[in-house]
Each structure stands twice: as structure tokens, then as C-alpha cells.
């Protein structure tokens, strides 16, 4: 009986990115001067970005089962692809088709019919309006009354009820405003830090000024910069994140639920798997 963005839920940041493509193109929304190298030293520049952009080795299946419930999706239409293929990105563009991967949540959602998931569709790097359109209409055929429609954060019990088993939010406010299924951009804060230390004193930061109205995102993802991929041309960004994860989970399990101004709800993390994240998330809704 608590809505949705008061309890504590577990999450993947760039879900998709255990299927990048080794022989895809370097995204157009990446600097020109990787997208050069990328194109003149591919045997040089590709394996290093994959080794960078890489955030997941599990499929999204495999998330599910280990307890995942939302989804972080970057979506893209691929410059020189055919048509109406959309795949998901992340430096590079992924084997896997979004269609595909939609009916892959929704073949598990009805195999698992209390189970709800939060999908979060953003980026939309390279879309048309026409293609948003496209888009909004595969996530209607594939997951119908599955979604539940935007309005009032709903409870558990209250999605059972209705048989609802999907919140899907869409980053883009003009195509939300045209479709009572979609609902708004879920805020993620994304510190953007290398050192588990500096990320960790970002989200406190964040705290202290009060949490979002509804659903909110804590990352708990390192990120790699430029100096620190020259100082570190073998590693990729698993052997950066492995060693930081003891200090991000303690970091954590110290976090509560509920309607407080300091309290989190979406913890999102990288490698999923790895360790004991998933537990250690789900386990902080005994606080409340």
C-alpha cells in the first residue's frame, strides 16, 4: 500500500549494454574526433570504447530474474539504418533491436503476472517525430494493458488490482503530452565521478536538497573521463567499477525509503550481479 516512488527499488544503468556491437559505428552524438578515429583506426578505437561503454553482462532477461524493476533504455536510430530498426546506445549501438527487446520484458511480465517494472525510454538520439510515433505505437501493441496509465503514483496492490504491470516513462515532453500511457522523464542523478568517494559525496549533495515529487533515480555508476582512459589504456570501465563496489554498497544500505525530503527510491547500479546490490536495495524497504 505505499506508492511506487516511496519504496526502494532496484535498478540497471544502460541496461542494454551487455549487447553493444563490435563492428557497429561510433554514435553520431559522440565528438567528431572519435567519430574520425573510429572510422580510421576501427581495430584501434573500437575495442577501447567497447571496454568503456560497457556497464552490463547480464541480458535483460537474465536482470529480471536477478531482481532488476527498472530499465534504463537509451533508444537511437541508427544514421545508415534501415528505416524503422531502433536500437539501443551507448557510446555504440547495440545487436539488439528495441522491438525485440520490448517483447522480451513483456514474454517475462506474463510468465511473472505480480511482477511490475518501471522501463525508462530516453536519449532518443537520431528520432523523427514519425519514429517517436512508431515507437509509442510497438509499446502499445506489445505491452496493452499491461501499462499503467500516467496519473496518481499507484501502489503495488493497487497495479495488481488492475492488472498493470508497467510504468513506462519517455524523455521527450511532446510525445508524453499526446499519449495518457506514457509518463514523464524520471529525474536520474548521475554524478559523473570517477572515485567511488566523489560519487558518493554528489548524491549526498543531492539529498540535502530535497528529493523529487515522484519517481527519482540515484546512480551509484562511476564514470570514466578522458584522463583517466590514457592513464589507464589496458583497464575498461568493469576493472574501474569492481573494486568501488564494497564502498558504494555500504553507502547503500545505509539509505530509507518513504516520503522523507532525504529518503531514495530508484538505486541504480552497474554490473549487475557482481555482488549483493539487488539484495541489499530491496532490503531497505524493511525500514519502512
Given at each position: 500500500d505505499v506508492p511506487l516512488h516511496q519504496l526502494s527499488i532496484p535498478g540497471s544503468h544502460d541496461t542494454m549494454t551487455y549487447c553493444l556491437n563490435k563492428t557497429s559505428p561510433i554514435s553520431q552524438a559522440q565528438s567528431r574526433l572519435l567519430q574520425v578515429l573510429g572510422k580510421v583506426l576501427p581495430c584501434v578505437t573500437r575495442p577501447v570504447v567497447l571496454r568503456w561503454s560497457t556497464t552490463q553482462v547480464l541480458g535483460v532477461t537474465e536482470q529480471l530474474d536477478a531482481g532488476v524493476?527498472?530499465?534504463?533504455?537509451?533508444?537511437?536510430?541508427?544514421?545508415?539504418?534501415?528505416?524503422?530498426?531502433?536500437?539501443?546506445?551507448?557510446?555504440?549501438?547495440?545487436t539488439a533491436l528495441v522491438e525485440d527487446t520490448l517483447t522480451e520484458i513483456s514474454e517475462w511480465l506474463e510468465s511473472h503476472p505480480r511482477e511490475v517494472v518501471i522501463l525508462a525510454c530516453r536519449d532518443f538520439e537520431g528520432m523523427t517525430d514519425g519514429l517517436h510515433e512508431y515507437l509509442v505505437a510497438c509499446i502499445r501493441n506489445?505491452?496493452?494493458?499491461?501499462?499503467?496509465?500516467?496519473?496518481?503514483?499507484?501502489?503495488?496492490?493497487q497495479m495488481w488490482s488492475r492488472g498493470q504491470q508497467v510504468i513506462l516513462s519517455y524523455e521527450e515532453d511532446s510525445v508524453v503530452n499526446r499519449h495518457a500511457e506514457l509518463w514523464p522523464g524520471i529525474p536520474y542523478w548521475w554524478g559523473d565521478?570517477?572515485?567511488?568517494?566523489?560519487?558518493?559525496?554528489?548524491?549526498?549533495?543531492?539529498?540535502?536538497?530535497?528529493?523529487?515529487?515522484?519517481?527519482?533515480?540515484?546512480?551509484i555508476n562511476l564514470t570514466e573521463n578522458l584522463a583517466y582512459v590514457l592513464g589507464h589504456p589496458t583497464e575498461s570501465l568493469r576493472k574501474m567499477t569492481l573494486p568501488s563496489l564494497p564502498c558504494l554498497r555500504a553507502w547503500v544500505r545505509d539509505q530509507s525509503p518513504g516520503p522523507g525530503a532525504q529518503c531514495t527510491n530508484i538505486i541504480a547500479g552497474d554490473f549487475i550481479g557482481a555482488d549483493a546490490f539487488v539484495g541489499d536495495v530491496i532490503r531497505l524497504n524493511e525500514k519502512l
Open positions: 524493476r527498472y530499465l534504463d533504455l537509451r533508444i537511437a536510430h541508427m544514421r545508415d539504418g534501415s528505416e524503422k530498426n531502433l536500437h539501443f546506445v551507448h557510446m555504440v549501438y547495440t506489445i505491452f496493452g494493458d499491461m501499462l499503467c496509465p500516467r496519473g496518481e503514483m499507484p501502489t503495488l496492490n565521478q570517477v572515485k567511488p568517494q566523489e560519487l558518493i559525496r554528489y548524491l549526498e549533495r543531492m539529498k540535502s536538497c530535497g528529493r523529487p515529487g515522484g519517481l527519482f533515480v540515484a546512480g
